[in-house]
Nanobody, 114 residues
């Protein structure tokens, strides 16, 4: 199973982007789907997650600006990013958790200019 993240790009501060992540095949029994990001020279950090039941959780830095959603039957997730800041710049990775397994996407680059 492969996850394909897309939607990254260059945007000015204050702008919006919508990231998508789709699996090459349906993954049954998903528990959690989420997004992480890695800024240049930094470790990968949690951004947002959504459970199979639809409960969401966000990093404090993106709370109120980002919204995660998913179509679980299609193993597809989205990250709507509004009011982007320069500190949101980084490579965004999607991840799916199923039991003890986890599947990571290859990442999509988001660059926010001032």
């Amino acid at each position: 199973v492969q996850l394909q993240a897309s939607g990254g790009g260059l945007v000015q501060a204050g702008g919006s982007l919508r990231l998508s992540c789709a699996a090459s095949e349906r993954i049954p029994g998903i528990k959690v789907m989420g997004w992480y990001r890695q800024a240049p020279g930094q470790q990968r950090n949690f951004v947002a997650r959504i459970t199979a039941g639809g409960d969401t959780d966000y990093a404090e830095a993106v709370q109120g600006r980002f919204t995660i959603s998913r179509e679980i039957r299609k193993t597809t997730m989205y990250l709507q990013m509004n009011s982007l800041k320069t500190e949101d710049t980084g490579v965004y990775y999607c991840v799916v958790y199923r039991g003890t397994s986890e599947y990571w996407g290859q990442g999509t680059l988001v660059t926010v200019s001032s």
